[in-house]
């Protein structure tokens, strides 16, 4: 770094600078250490700055500025060492730097200054010297007459002593005024910058001695050249890092019986002749890697009576002179092999009164010991059970075993990862541990670190929180949270858990997933959601899941409104196994499979509608600052839906907020504090607050409050006060406040209350514990007005006469009458109502008659006549009868069918359906077939008589069940060269288009001209078709007509 040009340290936390730290700044020009906590500079510090312009040393703790602390810059042109603890700046501190144009010293400790010290600096057009101990007698009467010939320089310099002087400005001065008495001696001008002995130690001869000084830090300056250091019996806590590294020569530190909690890796840092280290009887449970590291000439290391909890395989790594090391009375569970490998040295070894595991992985201790009888204080086993109280070094190594999951827990204490046992209550099983069904309220803190499957199924967990626990975890696979009535997951609960490939959450109370719910589980294969609550998931819900092959949301209440059209088109891209979710609500979708849906059915029918909420939101007009949700002054018509759970502080007040809902409350169990007041709110119900056990502070003052419901304040006993004051309540019930039992202030004032018998247990009670400061009056009967509840006798609340009903209306609205017409009042929550309506009325308030024929209830055309009392009659048609003329009248009842005729009932009448064989209008006729009255029989046909019926043998070319159909004949006819076909009876004839002739059309014209007598069809033999002559031939064949054939003639008739 020899070229940099400007090194900024300021404001941290720097105490110590090594000589020849800042040796190679060569080119450095700008330097500033200001706003940290140094004490002491070493001698030359700045001696290789040649081309420094500005150091800012403001804003420390130095006290002495000495002769060589600046030594070597002589191009600085600004020192700024305001705001320290300066008492000494030597004579010959600031000689040379003659280029100097800034100097600051205000605020500092000086009591004098050498005579002439500012006297080389020419430039100089800055110095500060106010606020300084001054002391202005016969030795710094010069500096008088300097600030009076450089009046702009060090204005406001003011004497601090002796008395008559003190607050004078030094300027201002005459030479006469400056005295010494005899006794004062003339300062030296020097000042030694070697740190002296730390008040309140004793130094001598290298030994620092600061035993029983109640110092709660290890002292930030020692003598250079300490060699032993005694700080036993005080109450330090802490060793900070490198903090005893300028002192090369020291052999001895003793920081015995303090209250040592934490050293730094480093605190011993160069320290390479260090022959003894006493750390006994402190607080220490841990020993950073490389604590004792470069230790080299070590002998003596006492860690006894501390709460070290495990050591590192080379903790003693560099300690190969050691001779004696003493790990007595710890909290040490277990030794990795090779622990004490590197003691080469070693003679004595205590590791007594330690909570030794003895399992199969400190066999090796017993094996070392046997082979190095070094153990001298007896250590013995304490777990498993089978070995505790047996010195280790007197069993044999076969009786270090492991069973079960023993090697488990030890196995990494070279590591300091001594595991846990198994959960109180829980079964483990190799790496398996099995806690379900314990009906636990919270995750074990103390699952083993080997855990490779964690069931937790069947228990009460509520809500899983972000504390750590499953990051403590690395090597778990599968966690089993089903039906553990789990109601929501913090951010970054599964953080850390990074080998967990199945997750599963079913059938729990979880409503909503959000975007960091399952941060960092990039291994996840398998997740169940499958019947929760789950109503919506935040987008990006599952980015983090990059190996999610297999995800259930089945059975789970998804309200697929605008809020999850991204979920569908996930789906879709990710093709995920296991069960698809399906939509529940709007009901115009329920069941459709959410993946199958297309966007624009994704709707939000209002502004309202919201999706998931997320742990981090904040309810609209809202401000969240931590647990503190502020909603003051935003006009606000009701309580917000979404508040975040963990809310402590509730600020509603100044809105317009008419009704308290509870169920947008309940979920805020560790609420403290709620302000509702200067709303609109008219009625406390029942129960409303019952969820919140913590609720320390209720205000609802200054609303239009008339009536607390008898159990509107139940379940709050931790409520310490309560402000109801500014409303208007005349009657609280007996009772009201029976669960506040924490309450200690109740204000209550400025309510018209009516002092009768049914409120002195009212009176009664803020007279026992004085919770009310008397500012609660009477109102009404005119004989108590302005009486205070806490000083009027008991005796006084009596009851006389009847209460307005103008007061009992407050909580209950039937003291308003508003049911007319006789109708009767019953009364609801919220001082709400129903009205009973008298017959022949209806509406809210019984207030409309009843038109009973209103939209005619008569069917069937019938007639609709208004009786007394909202009731009617029905004036039925013919044929029907009923209430409503619903009824069609059986005229079959009574029928004269006969010959087993069936009746059909019609209106006013009935018709008989005849048996075959029957005719007339009762069937009583039997019909005579086949005689001449009755032959339905066509066309010449035949009539033949059946008994009950009849059948027609039709004569050829007639068809139909009475031969009244003319068959067409020309369906197969063979009409030639496009002949029309023209049907008869039994027969058919071809309607020749122009010259054709033939029967059949089959003569063309030009044939007949020129070979009127050669053809062989002008002589042929078909009786019953057409003759054709083939082509290429002298013969002639027979095209038969349907119905015959014969491959000569068609003389064949056909029977079909």
Known sequence: MTNLRILQLMENEIHTIERGAFQDLLALERLRINNNRLRHLPDGLFGNMPN?????????????????????????????????????????????????????????????????IFEDMYWLRTLRLSDNNLICDCHLAWLARWLRRYPRLALY???????????????DLHDQEFKCSGLVERPTGECLSEPQCPHPCRCADGIVDCQEKALTKVPD??????????????????????????????????????????????????????????????????????????????????????????????????????????????????????????????????????????????????????????????????????????????????????????????????????????????????????????????????????????????????????DGLFGRLPNLQKLDLRRSKITGIEENTFEGCSRLSELLLSENKIHEVHNKMFAGLGNLKTLSLYDNQITCVMPGSFDALTSLHSLNLLYNPFNCNCHLAWFAEWLRKRNLSSGSPRCYSPPRVKDVQIYELPHHEFKCTSESEQGCLGDNYCPPKCTCTGTVVRCSRV????????????????????????????????????????????????????????????????????????????????????????????????MVPEGAFADLQSITHLAVGANPFYCDCSLKWLADWVKRDYVEPGTARCAEPHNMRDKLLLTTPASAFVCKGHISYEILSKCNACYSFPCANSGTCEALPQRKYVCRCAPGFHGQSCQHMIDACFGN????????????????????????????????????????????????????????????????????????????????????AHCVNIITDYKCECLPGYSGENCSVNVDDCVNNICQNGATCIDGVNDYVCKCPGDLTGKYCEIAPMVAMLYPQTSPCQHHDCKNGICFQPMGSNDYVCKCAPGYSGKVQCSLHILI
Request: aromatic share 6%; with cysteine.
């Open 52 to 116: 420094l312009l500005r150091l800012d040393l403001s804003h420390n703790q130095l006290e002495i500025v000495g002769r060589k602390t600046l030594r070597g810059v002589t191009t600085l042109k600004n020192l700024q060492l305001d705001n320290n603890q300066i008492t000494c700046i030597d004579e010959l501190a600031l000689r040379g730097l003659s280029n100097l144009e800034i100097l600051t010293l205000n605020n500092n400790n000086l009591t004098s200054l050498a005579k002439d």
């Open 157 to 171: 310099t003011r004497c601090f002593s002796p008395h008559h002087l003190k607050g004078q400005n030094v300027a």
């Open 221 to 466: 300056h020692l003598p250079e050249g300490t060699t032993e250091l005694r700080l036993e019996q005080n109450q330090v806590t802490e060793i900070s890092a490198k903090a005893f590294f300028p002192y090369k020569r020291m052999s001895r530190i003793d920081l015995s019986k303090n209250q040592i909690t934490k050293i730094a890796a480093d605190a011993f840092q160069g320290l390479t002749s260090l022959t003894s280290l006493v750390l006994y009887g402190n607080k220490i449970k841990d020993l950073p890697a490389g604590v004792f590291y470069g230790l080299t000439s070590l002998q003596l290391l006492l860690l006894n009576a501390n709460e070290i909890s495990c050591i590192r395989r080379d903790t003693f790594k560099d300690l190969h002179s050691l001779n004696l090391l003493s790990l007595y009375d710890n909290n040490i569970q277990s030794l990795a092999n090779g622990t004490f490998d590197f003691l080469k040295s070693i003679q004595t070894l205590h590791l007594a009164r330690n909570p030794f595991i003895c399992d199969c992985n400190l066999r090796w201790l017993a094996e070392y010991l046997h082979r190095n009888p070094i153990e001298t204080s007896g250590a013995r086993c304490d777990t498993p059970k089978r070995m505790q109280r047996r010195r280790i070094e007197a069993l044999k190594d076969e009786k270090f075993k492991c069973k079960g999951v023993e090697e488990y827990r030890t196995r990494l204490a070279g590591e300091c990862l001594i595991d846990n046992a198994c959960p109180n209550g829980c079964s483990c099983e190799g790496t398996i541990v099995d806690c379900s069904g314990r009906s636990l309220k919270e995750i074990p803190k103390d699952i083993p670190m080997y855990t490779t499957e964690l069931l937790l199924s069947d228990n009460d967990l509520g809500r899983l929180k972000s």
């Open 635 to 730: 006009r606000l018509k009701e309580i917000p839906r979404g508040i975040p759970a963990e809310t402590s502080e509730l600020y509603l007040d100044v809105n317009e907020i008419p009704v308290i809902h509870g169920n947008r409350l309940s979920h805020l169990k560790s609420l403290t504090r709620l302000d509702l007041s200067n709303n609109q709110i008219q009625v406390l119900s029942n129960f409303t607050f019952a969820n919140l056990s913590k609720l320390s502070t209720l205000i609802i003052s200054y609303n239009k409050l008339q009536c607390i419901e008898r159990d509107a304040l139940a379940g709050l006993t931790s409520l310490r006060i309560i402000s109801l004051h500014g409303n208007d309540i005349s």
């Open 857 to 940: 209830p008569c069917r069937n055309g019938g007639t609709c006549k208004v009786m007394e009392e909202g009731r009617f009659s029905c004036h039925c048609p013919p044929g029907y009868t009923g209430d409503r003329c619903e009824t069609d009248i059986n005229d079959c009842l009574n029928n004269k069918c006969e010959n087993n005729a069936t009746c059909v009932d019609l209106i006013q009448s009935y018709e008989c359906h005849c048996q075959p064989g029957f005719m007339g209008e009762y069937c009583e006729t039997k019909i005579p077939f086949c005689t001449l009255e009755y032959n339905p029989c066509q066309n010449g």
